[in-house]
């Protein structure tokens, strides 16, 4: 006879889509339940939806209390081998408790104290950094040298060697983005510690990185490099290439040429230099400005977005927040969203909401289950 920690319980229930409630129906439930066997029909309404009914639900974190949980975390928790990271996670809360943001995503903000090193490591899951606020923190990849400064977004394939270090006076949040809920829920998952010391020659602070010299020049590709990794060679890309890039969507639709997403809504996916795909194989990240109001929007597979920039106000199912810089928020699947910006934000360089997003979306179209749908009255 089969065993499980959970033990099935099956009731036979009286339903028009239900076979009649008889004692040979209950014998036949009682012997599924010893052999460990769970019928379609009893279960199909839950496995099978009509529309995808995610575990998560809609949530927003202020980036105010994440900082102050974290500065006072920096007092009273040390960064070293164990914890490995000073990273506080984002937990939603229809999740059970787990430090998951979504079924497949994590966000946590991290902290690093004055010249305190966070542990070379590596692991299978792939990652990002996302700066909104300061700098002078260096993220060491393979042994190159990343400046990290606020707008920059810095991804880091799974399997590479990295650590972080602080090179001022002044402590440093940033937020990282990892596929730890999918990897973990799909039992892929590898990690390694790394040296406890990194050397002088990769301690230092140069302001540009070998991956950005190499692959940080737009539509230019170096031939003798060979780059066969999963995950995006360029290891930062620079706000002021973002900045600009939006900025001009937005100058041209004045002139009354295409290019922004909708009226007022600008918006650049980070890609591969190597070959046009997303920087990740399990995230995709993009930058969105919003100068007015977006239409409402669902897609299948979940979003974290941070308010970079501005301030506004969000709509994610029958959530509505208002939301200012560092402001993180989640979208989780199928649940509509749209919103809208505080025009002439006083919070804003651009006068814009100007948004980070990251999303588990490559995962949905490799496997062709992606779909977005424009929101009418009718699908509310």
């Known amino acids: 006879m089969g065993t499980t920690d959970t033990p099935i319980r099956l009731k036979a229930v009286s339903s028009p889509d239900q076979p009649d409630v008889t004692p040979e129906l209950e014998e036949l439930y009682r012997g599924f339940e010893q052999e460990l066997l769970v019928p379609l029909w009893t279960e199909i309404g839950d496995l099978m939806p009509a529309h995808p009914r995610s ?41 059970g408790g787990r430090p998951f943001a979504t079924p497949t995503l994590w966000a946590a903000i991290q ?27 260096w993220t060491v990849v393979g042994g190159d040298a990343v400046p990290m400064k606020r707008g920059d977004f810095l991804p880091q394939a799974g399997w590479n060697w990295h650590a972080h ?60 490099v060979q780059h066969g990794t999963a995950g995006s060679p360029l290891l930062a890309y620079k706000w002021e290439h973002t900045d600009r890039a939006l900025a001009h969507q937005l100058d041209l639709e004045k002139q009354g040429y ?32 919003i100068t007015g109001e977006t239409a409402p929007i669902r897609e299948t597979g979940s979003s974290v977005f941070q308010v970079f920039n501005g301030s506004g106000e969000v709509t994610v199912g029958d959530k509505t927040w208002s939301v ?47 779909r977005t749908q424009l929101q009418t009255s009718e699908d509310a």
Request: cysteine-free; overall charge negative; hydrophobic content about 35%.
């Open 55 to 95: 575990r998560a639900v809609p949530h927003l974190w202020t980036w105010q209390n994440l900082v102050r949980l974290a500065d006072r975390a920096g007092h009273l928790v040390p960064v070293g081998r164990g914890g490995e990271r000073r990273a506080i996670a984002l937990a939603n809360p229809s999740l």
């Open 111 to 137: 902290y690093l104290m004055p010249g305190e090193d966070a542990p070379e490591h590596r692991h299978t899951q792939h990652a990002f950094r996302f700066i909104v606020e300061g700098s002078g923190v």
């Open 165 to 224: 270090h602080n090179a001022t006076d002044e402590p440093m949040a940033w937020i990282d983005g990892l596929d730890i809920p999918f990897q973990y829920m799909n039992e892929a998952q590898f990690f390694e510690f790394g040296r406890d010391e990194l050397p002088a020659e990769e301690r230092t602070t140069p302001e540009l990185s070998r991956s950005e010299r190499l692959w940080g020049h737009p539509g230019l590709r170096p031939l003798g």
């Open 258 to 289: 295409a290019g922004t997403v909708e009226p007022g809504h600008a918006a650049v996916r980070f890609s591969n230099p190597h070959d046009g795909s997303d920087v990740l194989p399990t995230i995709r990240a993009e930058f969105h400005r």
């Open 324 to 370: 200012t810089r560092g402001d993180l928020f989640v979208v989780p699947s199928w649940q509509p969203f749209s919103t809208r910006s505080e025009a002439g934000s006083t919070d804003s360089d651009s006068g814009a909401l100007d948004l980070f997003r990251f999303s588990d979306s490559p995962v949905f179209e490799a496997l062709g289950l992606h």
